[in-house]
């Protein structure tokens, strides 16, 4: 009994040796692989850490790269506005071109109209020429003609004063115009316009002396007071401008058909009441501005 437990103890040990040697082959095994898997680790953190490296050198070429990337959005974005402003600046500057052909054209026109102009003026520069020959050969004539004119037109008011003496009307000198007013009464009825018989006598002693007149502008004027036309003569008159115009014109034919003067230097004209000589408040005022004026004045542009 005894030596079976010698033997089994035997045969134990003997394993436990043979797997102790087992066991450390495998732990030799173990150790390299492990040993092995160190310096792999080893070399991957070295590597890792060139990697960091790298990357890091990387993300600030990055940076770099993106701060140079905006420089250049930038500049490109200058570049851009650079070229807008450059084509409204070609645009305003064809404008300009176009303006300055323009005016080159109207240029060219004005020069041709001064050459016209210089023309006109060189044939009117002959024509006054020619006539301030004609106006000093007729100046001798023309102060012959004057003085005749201021011999007729003394004549003409000593011979009027004379016959208008004690009548209603009155007579006013000017320089050389001469005026003749006469009360709408001594005339005419009371909103007509036709000549009385009384009128017709006046008017005939008038034309006697205006027939001397030669050279003479004899206007006629009729005046109404500011009295609104009565409802019965208003089929005639329609308004003060109809009743003053129509006087006028009776007179002018007067002297045209009795008195036998030239109708062209005769001249009829209304003025309604927008010429009174005195107010028309009072009764006596109005009686003054119903009036016919005759002026007699020398004749503008006489040859």
Known sequence: MKNLTILVLAVLLGAAII?????????????????????????????????????????????????????LENANLRISQLEDGIKVKDQALSRSHEKIRQMEEELKEAKKIEEAIRKQLSLRHDTITGLEEQLQEEASLGKVEIEELRSTYTSLISELKRQLIDKEM????????????????????????????????????????????????????????NVPIRREYRYRFPSNWDLSS??????????????????????????????????????????????????????????
Do not use: C, W
């Open 170 to 225: 009155t007579i006013r000198e000017f320089e050389e115009m001469l005026t003749i007013t006469f009360v709408d009464r001594v005339l005419f009825d009371f909103g007509q316009a036709t000549i009385t018989s009384k009128g017709r006598k006046v008017l005939a002693e008038v034309g006697k002396a205006l027939r001397n007149a030669q050279g003479m502008k004899i206007r006629v004027v009729g005046h109404t007071d």
């Open 19 to 71: 797997s102790g040697f087992v066991f450390y082959e495998k732990y030799g095994d173990v150790k390299d692989a492990l040993e092995d898997s160190n310096r792999q680790l080893l070399v991957r953190n070295e590597t890792l850490a060139q990697l960091n490296e790298e990357r890091t050198a990387l993300y600030g070429k990055i940076q770099k790269n993106a701060g140079q990337l905006e420089e």
């Open 246 to 303: 129509a006087r006028a014109a009776a007179v002018v034919r007067y002297f045209q058909r009795e008195g036998d003067l030239d109708p062209q230097s005769l001249e009829a004209v209304g003025r309604s009441f927008y010429e009174p000589v005195a107010t028309n408040e009072t009764e006596e005022g109005r009686a003054q501005n119903r009036r016919v004026e005759v002026i007699i004045a020398p004749m503008m542009g006489r040859q």
